[in-house]
């Protein structure tokens, strides 16, 4: 357990701002590698897909983001939320790019006020830009100045707000890095049918003044692919993130796994099915 705290320390450098902390995410993550390592069988590589609220911090008394980020920074995603295929859509991603990956939330639009300050929009119009989020999930090594922290809305939630956060501390909280970045997913369809999309774009340079490990993405014809496509085929708000454009591998990789349904952003004036051409 020392050793892993060492560490820890190590990485987190002046974002360590609870080291009380530091022993039981230590613990936890010792356990993890241990049910690892002992559950492979024959194989060489795993994931895991865990139950990360709201249970979790009553019976061990802290959020598990910052251990989950560690995990991925060695080469084993955990995604968030029992998200199985979430998971495995990292792991995709992190083959693909040899580096790790994350999962992040495509979880709201760039107000006018924000976009108006960006310069570059890396070939996006603002309706195009979102803001990609989770917890704390994503490796350090991803994040300008990580550091840990709480959970805000599970403090509000699961806590008296009027005290300091106790049992929601646990997060790794930063600005993702800019750069190149492909969002990614492999699902499972209700009728039992695999189904993909990819979409690259970029991380900009920008201060999304919230909280979480978060950043702004910018991908080219974005939003009538939001719309056709991940919220008219049903895609969950999960995405795997990939930190390089790897759109041809991931293409690849899931024409191999035998899938049909590959979805990518359409240049304006192509149409996606059912889209009304008088719009």
């Known amino acids: ?67 989950n980020s560690r995990m ?3 080469g084993i995603p955990i995604s968030c939320e029992v998200d199985i295929y979430g998971a495995l859509s990292e792991y995709i991603c992190q083959l693909a790019t040899d580096r790790p990956a994350t999962l992040l939330d495509i979880n709201n639009t760039v107000p006018p006020d924000m976009t108006a300050e960006i310069k570059d929009m890396a070939g996006a119009a603002p309706a195009d830009l979102f803001m990609g989020f989770h917890c704390g999930n994503t490796p350090c090594c991803h994040l300008e100045r ?52 990819a979409a690259e774009g970029s991380i900009l340079d920008v201060d999304p003044r919230s909280f979480g490990a978060i950043g702004v993405f910018a991908i080219p014809n974005f939003a009538r692919f939001y719309r056709h496509v991940l919220i008219g085929k049903r895609f969950p708000h999960h995405g795997a993130v990939a930190f390089a454009h790897a759109g041809k591998a ?23 099915e059912g889209e009304n051409p008088f719009e």
């Open 1 to 67: 357990i020392a050793s892993v705290v060492k560490d820890m320390e190590s990485e987190l450098g002046p974002g360590n701002a609870y080291p009380d902390l530091l022993p039981k995410l230590a613990r936890f993550e010792l356990a993890l590698m241990r049910f690892y390592e002992a559950n492979l069988g024959s194989r060489k590589h795993g994931v895991f897909a865990n139950k990360c609220w709201p249970a979790f911090e009553n019976a061990f008394g802290f959020v598990p983001c910052y251990v």
């Open 72 to 74: 991925a920074g060695k």
């Open 146 to 197: 990580c550091a840990i922290k709480y959970q805000l809305i599970m403090h509000r939630l699961m806590e008296d707000p009027s005290k300091p956060p106790d049992i929601t501390r646990g997060t790794l909280e930063g600005r993702l890095k800019p750069g190149p970045a492909t969002f990614f997913r492999l699902q499972g369809t209700t009728d039992n049918k695999l189904t993909s999309y």
């Open 250 to 272: 991931l293409f690849d990789a899931v024409k191999l796994l035998g899938v049909d349904d590959i979805n990518t952003p359409k240049p304006a004036g192509v149409l996606y």
